[in-house]
């Protein structure tokens, strides 16, 4: 977990989460608080939530306003958590120190985005979790779920269900089933 990694030097952490309880955390040395304190006390401000309607440009103008003008924003979970044109404009004016960001409003991000040409950003793929065990592991579920094809069933991990009646989609597993035989 990122806390262990951060606990040599000696940082305080803080979180805001409207779903999770102190006792969850308790054994992680993390205080649960608003999200006004986080923005307030936080010098590294890192962005971990899924992005849905709550969450949808949760971060702008007003929430980089809040924050120390010597702390760094870190978006690695979702681009449109943070409205990236009030972000683009904090960094011009100094409101924050600085950003790291492995996504984007829009991805590919484009050429002319004035986050490309920025000293205060650091810029990544969105790649943490691309290690050679998640490959494996991949290709562990991968060839699973084409061993479940040839023999006729459904893999677990199918999401649109809906396909499986589909003509189209039958055919194609006619002819496949044909061809192996």
């Known amino acids: 977990m990122m806390y262990l990694l951060a606990k040599p030097f000696g940082m305080k952490h803080i979180a805001y989460d409207p779903y999770v309880t102190p006792e969850a955390v308790a054994d992680i040395d993390v205080k649960l ?6 923005l307030a006390e936080s010098d590294f401000l890192c962005i971990t939530c899924p992005l849905n ?8 103008e007003k929430e980089i306003k809040k924050m ?16 990236e044109a ?13 950003v790291g ?3 984007f ?3 590919p991000i484009s050429p002319d985005n004035p986050l490309l040409k920025m000293d205060n950003v650091i810029l990544s793929p969105h790649a943490l979790a691309q290690t ?4 494996s592991t991949m290709w562990d579920i991968i060839t699973e779920q084409i061993s479940k094809i040839i023999c006729g069933e459904v893999p677990e991990t199918l999401v649109n ?4 009646d589909r003509p189209e989609l039958q055919a194609k597993l006619k002819k496949f089933h044909e061809a192996i035989k």
């Open 132 to 135: 050679d065990q998640t490959f």
């Open 68 to 83: 120390k003008k010597t702390a760094f924003l870190i978006n690695a979970a979702r681009g449109p958590i943070v409205d």
């Open 101 to 103: 960001l492995d996504v």
């Open 33 to 38: 608080v608003d999200l006004d304190t986080v």
């Open 105 to 107: 409003e829009q991805e």
């Open 161 to 164: 269900q809906e396909v499986l």
């Open 53 to 60: 309607e709550e969450t949808h440009n949760m971060i702008g």
């Open 86 to 98: 009030a972000l683009i404009k904090a960094l011009q004016e100094g409101w924050i120190q600085g």
